[in-house]
Nanobody
Framework: QLQASGGGLVEAGGSLMLSCAAS????????AAWFRQAPGKEREFVAA????????LYGDSVKGRFTISRDNARKTLYLEMNSLKPEDTAVYYC??????????????????WGQGTQVTVSS
């Protein structure tokens, strides 16, 4: 029900915009988030947004550089990534919580996931 896109190869200091298209009819009611997973590491929280977009949360490592947003009319979630660093290299996953519209960092709250899109930042 979620399809992530927009990943690619970028130089350090560059920018990328990820998108996540939802096909379900309830997306506008669901909180949504981005997580990432680097090779050999656990999946890490990146950013979350409430169902209405009124509140956002960010992981410490991306605060001030990444911006999460959504367009409920288009049923799409976005992640704008600026000032990218090599340590941002990972597979990025979008996720949504169909039970509540409150944003959370807790990975266990998200019950449907996109397939992931690779982001590689070269030094």
């Amino acid at each position: 029900q979620l399809q992530a896109s927009g990943g690619g190869l970028v130089e350090a200091g560059g920018s990328l915009m990820l998108s996540c298209a939802a096909s379900g009819s309830t997306f506008s009611l669901d909180a949504a988030a981005w997580f990432r997973q680097a090779p050999g590491k656990e999946r890490e929280f990146v950013a979350a947004i409430t169902s209405t977009g009124s509140r956002t949360l960010y992981g410490d490592s991306v605060k001030g550089r990444f911006t999460i947003s959504r367009d409920n009319a288009r049923k799409t979630l976005y992640l704008e990534m600026n000032s990218l660093k090599p340590e941002d290299t990972a597979v990025y996953y979008c996720a949504a919580d169909s039970t509540v519209g409150i944003a959370t960092m807790d990975i266990n709250e998200y019950d449907y996931w996109g397939q992931g899109t690779q982001v590689t930042v070269s030094s």
